[in-house]
């Protein structure tokens, strides 16, 4: 079993920044791929970024690629998610997701996932 939960999100203005944590537990989550997935009111949960065991590969949606950083402490079991430039449409839920099936490839389709976080909620404000 793995225990995923995310820290670090609140309100922010428009253009401010902010660092999500997804600290894990359980298990160690050093040879999987993690993945940030958020999901907005109304709206699919949707994938943001993701990161091979080694944080060697990342991989970002078009919608924050630019604005976001994914990155992994190993020893810490912790991965993290910068976001610079935040807009209103940032605003979501955010969940941290660990793929069990992969360690290099980065699945952007939530089914690939099998371990999630709680979220952390992200609002931004215009």
């Known amino acids: 079993q793995v225990q995923l939960v995310e820290s670090g999100g609140g309100l922010v203005q428009a253009g401010g920044s902010l660092r999500l944590s997804c600290a894990a537990s359980g298990r160690t989550f050093s040879p999987y791929v993690m993945g940030w997935f958020r999901q907005a009111p109304g709206k699919e949960r949707e994938f943001v970024a993701g990161?091979?065991?080694?944080?060697?590969?990342?991989r970002y949606a078009d919608s924050v690629k630019g604005r976001a950083t994914i990155s992994r402490d190993n020893v810490r079991n912790t991965v993290y998610l910068q976001m610079n430039s935040l807009k209103p449409e940032d605003t979501a839920v955010y969940y941290c997701?660990?793929?069990?099936?992969?360690?290099?490839?980065?699945?952007?389709?939530?089914?690939?996932?099998?371990?999630w976080g709680q979220g952390t909620q992200v609002t931004v404000s215009s």
């Open positions: 990161i091979s065991r080694t944080g060697g590969s990342t």
């Open positions: 997701a660990l793929d069990l099936d992969n360690v290099i490839t980065i699945a952007i389709i939530r089914g690939s996932y099998d371990y």
